[in-house]
């Protein structure tokens, strides 16, 4: 698999503080990355790496292969576009100017696209209006709109939908849908709203306390959220030949604990199991959201 | 580099702080002019008010131009598409030079245009001696920049613009004090040769200035000083 972004063991500390402890991750080319963690987790701080804006205390990070060292890097991140905390504009400037300094610092020959950008992020009707007067969800589509120019292969977004109303948390994610798959964008995008990111994300990567806990697909998540019958059992040997002889799809999950993909008779699974010597001591339904997965990887409790 | 400049460029063109800074600064030269007339007093406005004034309304625009990059966090732009740290300063740098070249300029073209037309006698000044003071005024001004950058650089956001003007004036408040305490004290002399302000009592239009290649000397060594500390903070600073 291609990766577009690959951390290896990075690490940043503000003094006694680690903000990032040895963190390995691995952004998929193509993928919509959802950075999970609680605030304060460390994910603005691999952004803000990442970008260039602070710089690691160990360990490194490849973008498209060129690791952060590499004077090369300077090239390769012309292919990266970036919204890091808030959309990075000038108040005092409209839309299409704030694009046409970006353009600028790009050396873009011509301001071609620029008509094209608005109209994706939704801004082709602002005018003469200063970025100071947009609303909230406004600034973010133009910080996103700024992110686009030059055609980047790499989006990295830092919380797009804080603070949006609903209909502003519909148009972002949209949007981002829409550059993945008719641009062909790979997104890197952190949130907490963590609903929101479901259905977005094609890949995750959960983040605690500056440890990279978890990163696995979509798919492996829908896997691990399904909704199932978790039992308890005395003897799982047993449990497992009478639910084979049930033929029902199952997941021993550990020593004592099975996990049931089914909507099985209770009476009946209960006795086959008790014809095998099966006690079951607990039984319960599992239906996780990605919220509820997240609690479960981190535990529960104060972010502070 | 190029495409820093110019979008740096362009951007402080751009802007109505520059426009009204050198209105302002202009307008203050030419105001200094008409009060003087009664006594047909011209030295002391293109030297020492010059060297008292530029450094604040220039300082005022470049602070302005640079926090604002911190504060709206457009400087993040930068360093994501892969311009250097290096190459931003000098960037800087050399906008900063041609806001104060253009306030120095505009604030000279005022004050002997507004002197001519307010009919002056100016017959007395030496073309020749007012040239090389206006030079030596112009590279004290220029090295300027370069200590406004590291105060921007340092602070972040607009609070460098208090900053600054606390430093320009204490130094404005040592320079004039000092320039008459210190006058015979060549140490004294010395160290205020390094500072724009520092000169305040002692350039003058009428006179030849006193060793202006160490006056040079010193106002460069200040310059590459305050370049380098500012390169260096920066190159390796965590950003907010």
Known sequence: MDYVLKTNALSKHYKKFKALNEVT????KGSIYGFVGRNGAGKTTLMRLICGMQFPSSGDF????????????????????????????????TAIENLKNQYRLLGLPTYDGIDELLELVGLNNTGKKKAKNFSLGMRQRLGIAIALCGNPDFLILDEPINGLDPQGIIEIRELILKLNQERNITVLISSHILE???????????????????????????????????????????????????????????????????????THLVTSLANENCEVTACTEQDQNLEGFFVSLVGGGSDE | MNKLLTADIIRIFKGKSFYYGLFFSTLLAMFFVFINKSSNDFIGIPDSSALMILPFFTGAVIALKISSEFTSGVIRNKLIMGHSRIKIIFSWSICALIITLLFYIFFEAGTFSFAYLLSYNLS??????????????????????????????????????????????????????GGELFSDNKTAQLLLRFFPLGQLTVLSVTKAPDRPWLTIICALSTSIIMLVTTLAYFRKHDMK
Do not use: W
Request: aromatic share 8%; hydrophobic share 45%.
């Open chain 1, 62 to 93: 490849e973008i498209y292969g060129v690791k952060n060292n590499d004077a090369a890097l300077s090239t390769v991140k012309k292919r990266i576009g970036a919204v890091v905390e808030n959309p990075s504009i000038f108040p005092e400037m």
């Open chain 2, 124 to 177: 007395h000044l030496e073309t020749k001696l007012v040239i090389k003071n206006l030079l030596l005024i112009g590279i004290l001004l220029l090295s300027n920049v370069f200590f406004i950058i590291l105060i921007c650089v340092i602070y972040e956001d607009t609070k460098s613009i208090v900053l600054m003007f606390l430093f320009e004036y204490a130094l404005l408040f040592i320079s004039s004090m």
């Open chain 1, 196 to 266: 929101e990111l479901s259905k977005i994300a094609t890949h995750y990567g959960f983040i605690d306390k500056g440890n990279i806990i978890r990163e696995m697909s979509a798919m492996q998540l829908e896997e691990a959220c399904r909704k199932c019958l978790r039992i308890t059992v005395t003897n799982t040997p047993s449990a497992i030949k009478a639910l084979d002889e049930l033929k029902l799809e199952y997941k021993v999950v550990d020593d004592t604990t099975i996990d049931i993909y089914a909507k099985p008779n209770i």
């Open chain 1, 25 to 28: 991750m691995n952004v998929p």
